[in-house]
């Protein structure tokens, strides 16, 4: 517990340490994302909000749901789906046009889904259609390694590529009184519970 306690004042004093430069500053960004998780890809949209302080930033940023190949995350239909967290640790080049990074990621997602299936029933004899609901909890956590090209003193774009490790949890129910006589919830995803994934982003930012 003891080197717990050393480790986090030791990131800490890196982050707020002493030393002259002890000022915050700000920016903003707009970052579009493409994912692929095992069979299924994810276009997603984040607007950023950064503190830097020295070589660190800290961003927040809500996170757009635009598409998706899997029905569970309504594919072609604009939606906020959750948050993004991220650290970077910059490392400015010995060019003023560009620095390098290191970033941290985590993100949790909510997707919400109805559709409408049928199936034949055999009491009747015929086939009858029913309603569908899914709810999928999805977190992720990756690291990145990217670049940060300075077009002025406030104006950058950046580029990156991450990897890393998701979890998914899925849950439905009929929201009608017709149903499959299995009950059985239809799962969409083109992934399985957890696994790998990976990334690539772009962004155009502005530093106050």
């Given at each position: 517990?003891?080197?717990?306690k050393?480790i986090?004042?030791?990131v800490l004093?890196s982050?707020?340490?002493?030393g002259?430069?002890?000022?915050f500053?700000?920016?903003?960004?707009?970052?579009?994302t493409?994912?692929?998780i095992s069979?299924?890809t994810?276009?997603?949209?984040q607007?950023?909000?950064?503190?830097?302080?020295?070589r660190?930033?800290l961003?927040?940023a809500?996170?757009?749901?635009l598409?998706?190949?899997?029905?569970s995350n309504?594919?072609n239909?604009?939606s906020f789906?959750g948050?993004s967290?991220?650290?970077?640790?910059?490392?400015?080049?010995e060019?003023?046009?560009?620095?390098?990074?290191?970033?941290?990621e985590f993100?949790?997602?909510y997707?919400?889904n109805?559709w409408?299936?049928?199936?034949y029933?055999?009491?009747?004899?015929q086939?009858k259609?029913y309603?569908?609901?899914?709810?999928?909890?999805?977190?992720?956590?990756?690291?990145?390694?990217?670049?940060?090209?300075?077009?002025?003193?406030h104006?950058?774009?950046?580029?990156?590529m991450?990897?890393?490790f998701?979890l998914?949890?899925?849950t439905?129910?009929?929201?009608?009184?017709?149903?499959p006589?299995?009950?059985?919830?239809?799962?969409?995803r083109?992934y399985?519970a957890?696994?790998f994934f990976?990334?690539?982003s772009?962004?155009?930012?502005?530093?106050?």
């Amino acid at each position: 517990m003891k080197k717990i306690k050393l480790i986090v004042i030791g990131v800490l004093v890196s982050y707020f340490g002493f030393g002259q430069d002890k000022k915050f500053t700000f920016g903003v960004d707009l970052m579009p994302t493409y994912s692929i998780i095992s069979r299924s890809t994810r276009s997603e949209l984040q607007l950023g909000i950064s503190a830097y302080r020295n070589r660190h930033q800290l961003r927040l940023a809500p996170v757009m749901h635009l598409q998706s190949s899997e029905a569970s995350n309504n594919p072609n239909k604009p939606s906020f789906s959750g948050a993004s967290l991220s650290y970077y640790y910059n490392i400015p080049s010995e060019s003023k046009w560009f620095d390098l990074y290191f970033k941290y990621e985590f993100t949790m997602q909510y997707y919400e889904n109805e559709w409408v299936g049928n199936f034949y029933d055999f009491t009747d004899n015929q086939y009858k259609e029913y309603i569908n609901e899914s709810n999928e909890y999805f977190s992720g956590n990756s690291v990145a390694y990217g670049l940060t090209l300075n077009v002025t003193k406030h104006i950058y774009a950046k580029t990156e590529m991450a990897a890393g490790f998701y979890l998914s949890n899925i849950t439905g129910e009929f929201e009608s009184e017709i149903r499959p006589s299995t009950n059985t919830r239809i799962d969409f995803r083109g992934y399985d519970a957890n696994g790998f994934f990976a990334k690539v982003s772009g962004a155009i930012g502005y530093k106050f």
